[in-house]
């Protein structure tokens, strides 16, 4: 993980402002910094989003595809996440370097999002047993500035909002034979309901308190950290925690309850910003990589 | 300025993709009008006054026609009428996926300078291009796109000053889109509409497709065929087995009977007959079908019964005759799979060549139209000129076929001439047996070398220079294409050095280019009797490739040192310049040779070239090469008329035989060169032996006069043949030889990394190829591009070093062969009938060469005309006849025919069927009551007035 070298006095003065609600960047405790979002990136995936946050920066793509539902659950979809530690993110990254990181975060992606409850993986079944679509979300990290996850999963969340899977139709002949027919209308697709998809809210346990969206100076103050993820409407689906330091009971409570509020408040602006943006259709100036 | 496309498609192995394609959008397309002030254009297409006498639109317009009226009115756009038409890229993109053949007759047009046909790239262009919308299909977009350029055309042209003002007049059937083009303002027309108005040329009309809405007219309450199967369906049908997919092929004789031929996995492919109208089901000959297989108690047996479509019967369906076939013979052994047509996958019609059946209705515009080809149904046109097109031949292309019509409905395209004439006749075997000979566009043109054409120093630098030996070519009398030229020389040491000098064709033929595509195309030049159709342009054929005497020339050389026993010591080739000292005919040469007064340089090596082609004539023939006979004729031509006023059969010269030995010897050392450095892709020519069982009727002849023909072997055979000879009878062994030659198979070209069996059996060679005649055969190009790339005088190109696509070629090159052969054959057929259509009536001798059932089948080596004498007659109650199948004998009233016999016949011309015309043979000699017929007097005067009619 990229990380920054902090001196014991920079350190104490991080500590401090935590206490008093004050960061180093003005932010409260429970603050995130400036977050942009742009969705339909690439056009040559079926939804994609790009999302700012700080200098964070990360880039995820979908791409669906047909594929075979698993035995166990012949009448799901299911999504496969890829990411990939560019080496543009940090030079750490170069070689191998990111594929731990990589590793690690599509774990808890597929942990967070790969189940009935975030995404409607029925929606996605075309064929029971047979045919279903296959979501190969690739998230790509462009910088790393803290809060990894945070960023990762509003711009799936957008990505998958941006989604559009094209139309297909089974046709069948006397004989059972089963032949899979897509529309010739481009503008004939399908589109995901993300309503339920949630968002991470990671917390750091900086001295006593605990901080939203961390720098990677405050992440280096904090021994750990708590990885929650929150639905729309406050309920948390996953916790983890990462990081070499312990956490009391009490303070793990304590963190879910600011996680859960912290996350609802997110969902709200961010569903309308997608919804605004698409309503724009094909006027929207499109930003790009190099607004 | 860049947009995206993006579109959905689904792979092969049943994924699915979405593609994005940058698109550039551009402001530097330009219309194409002389009259535009704004483009910045360097040339134009359009004219200035484009006028055309319109009652509808009396001003100067330019036409731009939809998709569909391109598709189905491909014919009234050919006009040379028509002119000033905008082809948008959208219509081109359009036509192009949908029909490969209109596709290119579009690009014909487009080329064509004179028609001023104007490419507007409209989906490149900034102001033109649409996006598709939500809820558009793609036809609905095509058509705004259309409509939105022809309102970008309208305005454009209006910023030109008033007087020189220019209107755009869309031309569409879609009324859908014809609505909406009016609402925004533009001038818009049916075809029909605007053809129409063209009060000055009426007969355009004629040329018009009958679209749907003119079919409604015709519609009567009765539905004749079961409907066709959708495309879904019928692929869905083929993938589980109900349905069989393959060619539909009519029957010759029997229009209500057709076979369909099934491919199968690998070489098993099986035939499914198919029979009566409502099983054909409006399929045509050559398309590709999708059939069901009835069960098993429904299948018949192929019925033997000769049914001619006789009349114009309107749509009843003709119950009798389907009574009739169905009466054939019903044994079980002879059943066979029997099926009916449930669809049409794809419709092979090309424009069919026929004649007019006028209705019996007085100022009727419907006529029937009746093809050359009995394989093809016949087909409802209107017209208005029957009166004209009466007694013509002419080209009908078929537009539809509904199901309550018991004809397919087509459209006039033109008039081939009126029939019986030679050129028309000529057009007419050209058409019929697909061989292209139009004029070479100006794209195969503009790749011919500029004339004056010299060699220049480059040429000379990596050629031998061969310019000092006697060389000379020797070909048959009035040929302009010379592909071979010889020499032989003595060398020091005692040997001799032969060279045989090829035209170095592909030294002007670059691969690729639109020269190089069409010889691909049309394989080999077409001799037909009093005209020739080249297979490269004329000034390669007759001018620079050909190896005239006096005038240096580029060759591609083989040259030998051969020992006194005429074996090969060596072998070189290599690329020259030569320059010919004579160019003869077999005679001269011959003359030459045998004038022991001449002693010219050319004559001596002549000599020695004869002296020299004896002996590997003779070892060839030790070896086991066949020679075989076949009638060939000639035709001595008035230069005048141009009418044959004699014919004869083809002589034969030693000096024939020199050049065809040399020859052989070049072919067969170049197949072995390239074989040795392209084992994979070298393009060779191998003659299959035939299957035992093709003698069977060669061996039976034979012992009609008690002889043994051995056929085990080439060897074999070509002794036993040698052996074979009767006292008294020295046409027998030319008989039984031309006899040999129909049990041969059809020498073929292949390429060698598709196939193992290289043996040519006629040549007794194991490896042959076909090197000596660039000029007229394309498989010999390609052999020079092999070579030369063998002896590194070129470099090779892709497409040669492919083996599939070199396989795909030799099919070509196969076809074309076979279908020139026949071409040439319908020609000296043709020139036969001229020839006794003008002699009236003969009485010639001649010899069974074949007894059939109810007939034989008589030669009169005089002609090399081959007839059948038929001894059943539809008017006269049949004789006796018992035919013996082993003999074969037939014997009639008591006479019984054998092989061979000698027996004398009347020959007349038979023009009952203007279309069909023939020579029919009747007996005279032996005579046998009731069959024979008395010899006609030779009275020229009155038959000839008769039969000129």
Known sequence: ?291 | MLKSKTFVKKTRSGGIMKIVREHYLRDDIWCGSEVCTECKQEETVLQKDACIESNLCSFPHYLLPDTNIVLSQIDILEDPLIKNVIILQTVLQEVRHRSAPIYKRLKDILHDKEKHFYTFTNEHHRETYIEREQGESANDRNDRAIRISTKWYSDHLNNTPTDKRLKVVLLTNDRGNKEKAEESGLLTYRCEEYVKSLIANPELVDRLALTNDDKNEITSSKVLFPEHLPLSRIQSGIKSGTFQQGTFRASRDNYLEATVFVHGEGDDSTEVLIQGLQNLNRAVHQDLVAVEILPLNQWVAPSSVVLQDEGPKEDDVTEEEEAELKSGPSGAASRKPTGRVVGIIKRNWRPFCGMLFLSQIKEATRHLFTPADRRIPRIRIETRQAATLAGQRIMVAIDGWPKHSRYPNGHFVRSLGSAGDKETETEVLLLEHDVPHQDFSQAVLSFLPKMPWNITEEDMAVREDLRNLTVCSVDPPGCTDIDDALHCRDLPNGNQEVGVHIADVSHFIRPGNAMDLEAANRGTTVYLTGRRIDMVPELLSSNLCSLRSSVERLAFSCIWEINDKAEIVKTRFTKSVINSKASLTYAEAQMRIDDANMNDDTTKSLRGLNRLAKILKKRRIEKGALTLSSPEVRFHIDSETHDPIDLQTKELKETNSMVEEFMLLANISVAQKIYDEFSECALLRKHPAPPPSNYDILNKAAKSKDMVIHTDSAKALADSLDAAQVDGFPYFNTLLRILATRCMMQAVYFCSGMDSDFHHYGLASPIYTHFTSPIRRYSDIIVHRLLAVAIGADSTYPDLMDKHKQSALCNNLNYRHKMAQYAQRASVAYHTQLFFKSRGILNEEGFILFVRKNAIIVLIPKFGLEGTVFFENKDKPSPKLIFNEEAPSLTVEGHSFNMFDKVKVTISLDASNVQHQKIRMSLVEPVISGVSVAPSEPEPEVKRAKLDR
């Open chain 1, 1 to 291: 993980m990229a990380t920054v070298q902090v001196s014991e006095a920079e350190k104490v003065y991080i500590l401090h402002g935590v206490r008093d609600d004050l960061r180093v960047d003005g932010r409260g405790c429970e603050d995130y910094r400036h977050m942009e979002i742009e969705t339909d990136m690439v056009s040559n995936t079926d939804g994609s989003a790009k999302v700012t946050l700080g200098h964070t920066d990360v880039l995820v793509g979908v791409k669906a595809e047909m594929g075979k539902p698993r035995p166990m659950v012949p009448d799901e979809g299911y999504l496969e996440f890829f990411v990939d530690c560019s080496a543009n993110a940090t030079p750490e990254f170069e070689g191998r370097g990111g594929d731990e990181l990589g590793m690690e975060l599509s774990n808890t992606l597929y942990k967070v999002f790969n189940n009935r409850y975030s995404v409607d993986l029925k929606s996605l079944c075309i064929s029971p047993g047979e045919h279903c679509w296959v979501l190969y979300v690739d998230v790509l990290l462009l910088q790393c500035d803290g809060n990894l996850f945070d960023a990762i999963s509003v711009a799936i969340k957008a990505a998958l909002f941006n989604t559009k899977i094209p139309k297909v139709h089974i046709s069948e002949d006397e004989e059972g034979g089963k032949e899979i027919e897509l529309s010739d209308d481009p503008y004939d697709c399908m589109r995901l309901n993300v309503e339920n998809v949630p968002c991470i809210v990671t917390l750091c346990k900086v001295g006593h308190r605990h901080v939203v969206d961390a720098t990677l100076q405050e992440k280096a103050c904090s021994v750990a950290s708590l990885i929650i993820s929150v639905t729309h409407k406050g309920t948390v689906t996953c916790v983890r925690k990462v990081g070499g330091g312990s956490l009391d009971p009490e303070s793990i409570f304590e963190m879910t309850e600011t996680g859960k509020r912290v996350g609802k408040a997110l969902h709200a602006p961010l569903m309308a910003l997608l919804q605004e943006e698409e309503s724009l259709g094909k006027k929207r100036q499109k930003v790009g990589f190099l607004g």
